[in-house]
């Protein structure tokens, strides 16, 4: 595709209940990033996916928190037993990663509501 | 532990007038990337300008510029001729190696 993508745009759960967010970056991107924006501020990192290189899950805020990525396509960031707090905006951006000075990319993000 | 400070969490500007948004930052790296990603309601980020760290002149893209201050870790964000369409959250970004960081982000408002 054009852009990166992600779904679904929005998803609406009950406190406790799992959930799976997908993102399908620019073909040819190695790097995926995954961020959590909450109502109102920054981006906060979560993880980064480099090829096949094991990933950097430094900004995952709890065990509750895991990402998958198959190669160099598509990746899940799975959040279990969901809580209030985790209410946010999840994006997710690709890089070409080659030279280090490469530009991101955004997705729309998904709008996760945990009532 | 590299840091981005955005001071102003609002602004406004009247429309097809001047707008600076400021951005400071520190980092103990030599060899770094900033960054501007605007913010619409769509919530789509969009990059609107980077400068390379290493590079001394201005990074410059149509109605937008940057004021690099390599000494003073301030890189702020001029924008000319500001349009409605203008109207987002600007965030300001840090880039070295595999740590990105973010601004708090500033909402700009043009006004008609």
């Known amino acids: 595709g054009a852009g990166v993508s992600q779904s679904p745009s929005n998803k609406v759960t009950e406190k406790g209940k799992d959930v799976e967010l997908r993102c399908d970056p620019i073909s040819g991107h190695t790097a995926l990033y995954w961020y959590r924006q909450r109502l109102g501020q920054g981006l906060e990192f979560l993880i980064y996916?480099?090829?096949?290189?094991?990933?950097?899950k430094s900004g995952l805020p709890s065990d509750r928190f895991s990402a998958e990525r198959t190669g160099e396509s598509v990746s899940t960031l799975t959040i279990q037993r969901t809580q209030q707090e985790d209410s946010a905006v999840y994006l997710c951006?690709?890089?070409?990663?080659?030279?280090?000075?490469?530009?991101?990319?955004f997705g729309p993000g998904t709008r996760l509501l945990v009532l | 532990a590299q840091t981005v400070t955005q001071s102003q969490p609002e602004m406004s500007v009247q429309e097809a007038e001047t707008v600076t948004l400021s951005c400071t930052y520190d980092?103990?790296?030599?060899?770094?990337?900033l960054f501007w990603y605007k913010q619409p309601p769509s919530r789509q980020m969009i990059l609107v300008i980077r400068?390379?760290?290493?590079?001394?002149q201005n990074a410059t893209e149509n109605r937008f510029s940057v004021n690099f201050q390599k000494a003073a870790k301030s890189f702020s964000l001029k924008i000319s001729d500001s349009q409605l369409g203008d109207t987002a959250m600007y965030f300001c970004a840090l880039r070295n190696n595999n740590d990105m960081r973010f601004g708090a982000g500033t909402r700009l408002t043009v006004k008609p």
């Open positions: 951006a690709s890089s070409l990663d080659r030279t280090k000075v490469e530009t991101q990319y």
């Open positions: 400068q390379e760290a290493y590079k001394q």
């Open positions: 980092t103990s790296e030599n060899n770094y990337y």
């Open positions: 996916f480099q090829g096949n290189s094991a990933p950097d």
